[in-house]
């Protein structure tokens, strides 16, 4: 034999031995062990992450009902108000109206008034110039003393005429 084969010879002897005192001493069960808790706290972190996720899902979820909500009682309100605008605007033009039919209405009284008030200047003025142009022709056929008392009936007679 030569030294090749027989170093060859011992290489596996001494790891015949090492395996065995391995073996015997539990190194493969630690090495198993130790696997075992690290597939363990890999299974545990995954199971975590996955907790996690699902938290993050239904929190997610949870904000993404709450914003649509939330978008909901906005156009509520933005309805609500133009809802309540338009009202007032509507109330504001009838006011307005109204108060242009009272002010027209009111108007158009004074403007009647007026009228009747010159009528009836005008028909003073008139009955004050007949009776003065009257006086005037009966003052120069009629004595002073017919003439006065003419004058008075004439006077009456028209008073409770137009009165």
Do not use: C
């Amino acid at each position: 034999m030569d030294y090749t084969s027989l170093a060859t010879l011992w290489a596996t002897i001494a790891l015949i031995i090492f395996l065995g005192v391995a073996v015997y001493i539990k190194v493969p069960g630690m090495i198993a062990k130790a696997l075992d808790a690290r597939a363990a706290r890999i299974s545990n972190e995954l199971d975590e992450a996955r907790r996690l996720r699902e938290e993050a899902q239904q929190l997610l979820g949870q904000y993404q009902r709450k914003r649509k909500e939330a978008e909901q009682e906005a156009a509520d309100i933005v309805a609500a108000a133009k809802r309540e605008a338009d009202m007032l605007a509507a109330d504001a033009h009838k006011k307005t109206e109204d108060y242009v039919v009272r002010r027209t209405a009111l108007a158009e009284q004074k403007i009647g008034q007026a009228e009747r008030d010159a009528i009836s200047e005008v028909r003073a003025s008139a009955v004050d110039i007949a009776v003065e142009a009257a006086r005037a022709l009966l003052a120069g056929k009629i004595d002073a003393k017919a003439g006065a008392d003419l004058f008075k009936a004439s006077l009456v007679d028209v008073k409770s005429k137009l009165n």
